[in-house]
């Protein structure tokens, strides 16, 4: 797996940059940064960044442009930023009201929902001169998949927060219980099965935590290859079609699931179970198995499960296997977030956006982000790194709105954060042992299929499968259709606008227009 380039990569800004800074720069609150060569003041722009929720550190700032964090970092970078949150649902009324800032951070692709087709009309300018040119460390760091992923015929438009490794979901396991079982982790789907029988004879009330939609509950259908995700296409014969058109692997997983509901192995009621719940019952400590994010998955639940079974032990496995020797879950895409740089900025001001963005790949913007300052959130002796981590919930609030002034990053995790501690480290671990060898790769499209907004019953929505087939697989699974009749949804979804979808899915891939191949980065 690569590493995350971004945390180690040494500053190369050799030329006159709006981010000159020198190497003890972000390390003390005093540290001033550097002045531009051709010194005119700081460079001011406006920026703007994506949020999901209404009720974070960042809203509760009566002037974002004068938060601590943000004033830090106009020192650091000698600008001079005019900070904004928008809320993703917001993004609609910001367009109507033509109120771009000059840097538009979001969620989605340049032709994504989100956008509401500002790229297309020209609202946002190409970037591939500007970055190649200002900031060739940020251009050589990110992967391909996620440049591609932000091109707009054959442009680049976007500066992503990007993955290295798109493998993101791991296997939990308690390991107390399985010491208690006498058995070893499970390898296949078989000693998955023989695992949760165990575990119910010890009386854990949920052996696998489910939830509804078969989100974050997916370890079946990965071991059989057969997620019915977004970018879970795959060719079958001169066709490109999604992977639960393999009707063999399909009916295996759902026996396999309706064994775990007939043997109560899941909860009775998984399919109306929420993220809240299913949070709830791992976090008190009733599951003995589930799926999770690993980068801050494996220390969330060590410290929730641990307050309420001080014996618990909780581990990242590889998941279960399958057949074909498959397991895991499906590769996130190499975009996390992207920034979009205003038609109107002129190219001074972009070549200094530009600089700004490459500063944010060097060592003293990895430091900042990821552990504050010197003295005040951490220490240095004899070369050893000791990190004041958050004690309460509105300190990692705060921690989270630093990291999130961090533009063009790896996203895959936070290293500099996760080796202070033993349960970080354990992540590190995991990540390099386990996920760099698991994950589900598929053929995704970018921009979007246009069928897909053709037949909303039928379009996946990233890591939800469409409610057409999610509707058949919770009845089979509950025994209300016979699993035997799968070519029967194969068929039903060809005539409900499948066939379209699988069309424009083939002539794509054959054109090679705006296809992603997904696969995990070792």
């Known amino acids: 797996m690569k590493k995350a380039v971004g945390l180690v990569m040494a500053s190369v800004l050799a030329v006159g940059s709006i981010a000159g800074c020198s190497s003890g720069a972000g390390t003390k609150e005093t540290d001033k940064g550097s002045a531009p060569a051709a010194s005119k003041g700081p460079l001011k722009f406006s920026i703007s960044f994506p949020t999901t929720t209404g009720d974070g550190y960042g809203q509760k700032q009566p ?76 251009y050589k760091n990110v992967p391909k998949a996620a440049w591609d992923s932000v091109t ?47 575990f119910k004879k010890l009386g854990v009330e949920n052996p696998y935590q489910m939830r509804e939609n078969f989100k974050y509950a997916d370890t079946v ?67 003995g198995m589930w799926s999770a994010n690993l980068s801050g998955g494996l220390s969330g639940f060590r410290t ?9 032990k909780i581990d990242a496995i590889p998941s279960p296997t399958g057949p074909e020797g498959k397991g895991g879950y499906f590769m996130y895409s190499p975009m996390v977030r992207t920034f979009y740089i205003n038609k109107s900025v002129d190219k001074e001001k972009a070549i200094g956006i530009m600089k700004y963005f490459e500063w944010m790949q060097t060592d003293d913007a990895a ?33 989270g709105w630093r990291s999130t002034l961090w533009v063009g990053q790896d996203s895959t995790y936070n ?76 068929e039903e979804y060809k005539q409900k606008g499948g066939n379209d979808i699988i069309k424009e899915a083939t002539e794509r891939y054959n054109k090679k227009d705006g296809v992603s191949i997904f696969s995990n980065q070792k």
């Open 415 to 490: 290293k500099l954060q996760l080796e202070q501690s033993k349960d970080g480290q354990d992540t590190l671990k995991a990540f390099e042992t386990i996920l760099s060898k698991e994950g589900l790769g598929g053929i995704g499209y970018y921009p979007d299929l246009k069928a897909f907004s053709k037949y909303p019953d039928l379009t996946p929505q990233g890591d939800t499968g469409p409610k057409l087939i999610i509707d058949h697989m919770v009845k089979m699974v509950y025994g209300k259709e016979p699993i035997t009749d799968w070519p029967k949804v194969i």
């Open 304 to 312: 929730n499960i641990t307050a309420v079974d001080p014996n618990a």
């Open 152 to 198: 707009y015929n054959g442009k680049i438009y976007g500066i992503p927060d990007y993955l290295t490794n798109p493998s993101r979901r791991a296997t939990y396991i308690r390991t107390d219980l399985l010491q208690k079982t006498g058995l070893q982790a499970p390898k296949t789907i078989d000693d998955f099965l023989n695992v949760m029988r165990a």
């Open 63 to 138: 002037d974002l442009s004068k938060e601590k964090w943000v004033q830090r970092l106009n020192k650091l970078t000698n600008t001079e930023l005019d900070v904004r949150l928008i809320q993703r649902e917001k993004m609609s009324v910001l367009f109507a009201g033509n109120d771009i800032p000059d840097v538009l951070g979001s969620l989605d692709l340049p032709t994504g929902k989100d956008m509401a087709g500002s790229v297309e009309a020209g609202v946002f300018q190409p970037l591939d001169d500007l970055i190649k040119q200002y900031a060739p460390t940020l």
């Open 221 to 287: 259908l990965g071991a059989f290859d057969v997620l019915p995700y977004k970018d879970q296409f795959e060719k079958q014969g001169d066709q490109i079609v999604p992977k639960f058109f393999d009707v063999e692997n399909m009916q295996k997983a759902l026996q396999t699931m309706k064994t775990m509901y007939d043997e109560g192995l899941i909860p009775k009621d998984f399919a109306t179970i929420s993220s809240t719940d299913y949070s709830k019952n791992i976090n008190a400590g009733k599951a």
């Open 367 to 399: 430091k900042f982000f990821s552990l504050g300052v010197e003295g005040e959130n951490y220490t240095v002796k004899d070369g050893k790194i000791s990190y004041k981590a958050p004690a309460n919930k509105d300190e990692k609030d705060e921690e």
